[in-house]
């Protein structure tokens, strides 16, 4: 199983920063990597695959980055809607494996 | 547009079985995989497995092998997922996924609005 971890945990920004999430995967999954976000209550949406497209609708402030084993969510420049939990999944092989997970709180 | 509709919460005994279903609209149900995954309250995502509608291929997450069936019923565009022998720690949200295309292993492009299932005596 290819086990995916996420950090920070939490990270604590202002509204207008900059903010980076990392993703790391416990061996190659190539750019078969995708990120969520999640906000309370509702069910994760895709906000990006393939390491770096952005899914339909989602706006150009997200950006992501990286292959093989380092991957990175990009925000670049935090808007209200935007504080939420961010999960990274690889698809690369059976299980799915998601990380656990990056709370973005507001500083 | 897509849409993944699941059926409501249920609440169950130790032991039980529940059956949560999931239905699609606005796409060739037979062209995309659907997969199965949960959360425990306040916890991560945990991918329970996948079934193809198009043959019904299914697979399955490891920790829950023996306990869940994934089956599609094609002419209503519907999955259904169900656990057996519930344990009070199968307490969590369950949602439907729709696969991305391109791939059997894939990202999960739509999701259904989740099930909340809460195992307890």
């Known amino acids: 199983e290819i086990v995916m971890t996420q950090f920070p945990v939490t990270l604590s920004v202002s509204a207008g920063e900059r903010a980076t999430l990392s993703c790391r995967a416990s061996?190659?999954?190539?750019?078969?990597l995708a990120w969520y976000q999640q906000k309370p209550g509702q069910p994760p949406r895709l906000l990006m695959y393939?390491?770096?497209t952005r899914a339909t609708g989602i706006p150009a402030r997200f950006s992501g980055s990286g292959s093989e084993t380092e991957f990175t969510l990009t925000i670049s420049s935090l808007q209200s809607e935007d504080f939420a939990v961010y999960y990274c999944?690889?698809?690369?092989?059976?299980?799915?494996?998601f990380g656990g997970g990056t709370k973005v709180e507001i500083k | 547009h897509v849409q993944l509709v699941q059926s409501g919460a249920e609440m169950k005994r130790p032991g039980a079985s529940v059956r949560v279903s999931c239905r699609a609209s606005?796409?060739?149900?037979?062209?995309?995989?659907i997969n199965w995954v949960r959360q425990a309250p306040g916890q991560g995502l945990e991918w329970m497995g996948w079934?193809?509608?198009?043959?019904?291929?299914?697979k399955y997450g490891q920790s829950l092998q023996g306990r869940v069936t994934m089956t599609t019923d094609t002419s209503t565009s519907t999955a259904y997922m169900e656990l057996k022998s519930l344990r009070f720690d199968d307490t969590a949200v369950y949602y439907c996924a729709r696969g991305c295309p391109g791939s059997i292993t894939s990202c999960f492009s739509h999701w259904g609005q989740g099930t909340l299932v809460t195992v307890s005596s």
């Open positions: 606005d796409y060739p149900f037979t062209n995309y995989g």
């Open positions: 061996q190659s999954v190539g750019s078969n």
């Open positions: 999944q690889q698809y690369k092989n059976w299980p799915l494996t």
């Open positions: 079934i193809n509608p198009y043959d019904g291929y299914t």
């Open positions: 393939g390491a770096s």
